[in-house]
């Protein structure tokens, strides 16, 4: 039987992995990597986030303090010398700071903890299988592309935010530094909701959409494509990579691509749809950034109680993103018999119905950690 050590496990994409892992009844012993006072809080931590997931709590049960790693990626060697460590055959590395902000840890953790976690597990005999969850924008894509996997490091890309950045750092060292690591990256697009439930686990990245429709202008044009899939099927795609013996490639995206990425316009109008209103449609300008500057003092009446800093930098970030308009080719995961992944706009309602009640800064603090 395999011995699966996933990190990640209270956050989205890891949640969202062991969900499928315990709804499947998928037979493995568990270690998870997990920040925690003790054993019995980390588990009452992935505890609560499978209830974010609606996992039924008899399939949760099978999990105790025994399946617990306590140990944080920015100081790995506390937790490296644990000799459970040995006995894993496959590794899902979901752990990282996930954050588009200034948070200084995003070195520290996602490159030199997650390095030394590489370099101890490339030393474990019986592994079989190290998945790195990196991301498809590490790439800094050519604005308008269709991105194909690339496995090509670029010293010198144009990164957005120093968590693109890291992400590619890492890929590139794990590569050079542990040659005898069974390593394979999934690589997601934009990975936003869950089919289900919306955003019930997490609401990171929806409010972008809802916040530029609320302001009926943003740095993107209506027409601009974005490659979003739903973390659901983010994690059938991981574990099918898991669970393959042989895989021809090591590098994968799971994404929307060329067929299924939406446009704007689209998600303007299923979004509509959901709030049962009319779309913006022509209301809508396409701006630059300065002049959403000039509107910081109209950011509370349409937005109610808000930090104006934050908002306007969350519009400077996640903006320059959605302006790029690409789409990253998912050929290869589809390749491998993963069926084509849901539109946006299938479960956009779900994600609206989860969200209401809810401002825009309250759905946004996931995002800003
Ligand atoms: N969400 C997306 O759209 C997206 C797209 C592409 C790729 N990805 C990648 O997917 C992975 C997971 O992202 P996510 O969206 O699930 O982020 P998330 O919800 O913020 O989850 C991050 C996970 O990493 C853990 N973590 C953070 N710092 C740690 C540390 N120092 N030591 C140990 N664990 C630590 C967190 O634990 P705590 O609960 O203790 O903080 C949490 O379980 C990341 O590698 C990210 O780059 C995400």
Not at 318 to 333: E, P
Request: hydrophobic share 45%; with cysteine; glycine share 6%.
């Amino acid at each position: 039987m395999k011995t699966l050590l996933l990190t990640g496990a209270t956050g989205f994409l890891g949640g969202a992995v062991l969900e499928k892992l315990l709804n499947e009844n998928q037979e493995a012993n568990y270690l998870f990597l997990v920040r925690a006072e003790n054993a019995q809080q980390g588990l009452d931590r992935i505890r609560m986030n499978m209830e974010k997931f609606n996992v039924d709590a008899g399939l949760f049960s099978k999990i105790t303090i025994e399946n617990i790693l306590l140990g944080d990626l920015s100081e790995p060697e506390d937790f490296l010398s644990d000799i459970r460590i040995n006995k894993v055959t496959h590794v899902i590395n979901c752990a990282a700071v996930a954050s588009f902000g200034n948070n200084p840890l995003i070195w520290k953790v996602n490159v030199e903890g997650t390095l030394a976690f590489a370099e101890r597990m490339a030393q474990v005999e019986g592994l079989k299988r190290f998945l790195h969850v990196g991301t498809a924008m590490s790439c800094a894509p050519e604005p308008g592309s269709l991105v194909a996997e690339s496995a090509e490091f670029e010293d010198t890309a144009e990164h957005l935010v120093e968590y693109t950045r890291s992400k590619s750092t890492i890929e590139q060292l794990m590569r050079q530094r542990c040659p005898q690591l069974p390593l394979v990256i999934a690589r997601p697009s934009i990975v936003v909701g869950h089919t289900r439930l919306g955003c019930q686990p997490s609401s990171s990245i929806f409010w972008v959409f809802s916040m530029a429709l609320m302001l009926r202008q943003f740095m993107c044009s209506l027409q601009d494509n974005i490659d979003v899939i739903p973390v659901d099927y983010c994690a059938d795609a991981m574990v099918m990579l898991l669970n393959r013996e042989t895989l021809d490639n090591d590098v994968y995206h799971i994404s929307a691509g060329e067929e299924c990425s939406v446009s704007f316009a689209d998600i303007d109008r299923a979004m509509a749809v959901a709030l049962e209103k009319a779309p913006v449609g022509d209301a809508y300008a396409q701006v630059n950034y300065d002049v959403l500057v000039k509107m910081r003092r109209q950011l509370k009446d349409i937005f109610g109680p808000c930090n104006e800093r934050l908002m306007l930098k969350a519009m400077r970030l996640y903006g320059s993103f959605a302006m790029l308009n690409v789409r990253f080719s998912n050929d290869k995961i589809l390749k491998l018999g993963m069926p084509k992944p849901p539109r946006f706009t299938d479960y956009i309602g779900n994600c609206v119905q989860s969200t209401r009640g809810l401002s825009i800064q309250q759905q946004m603090v996931v995002d800003f950690k």
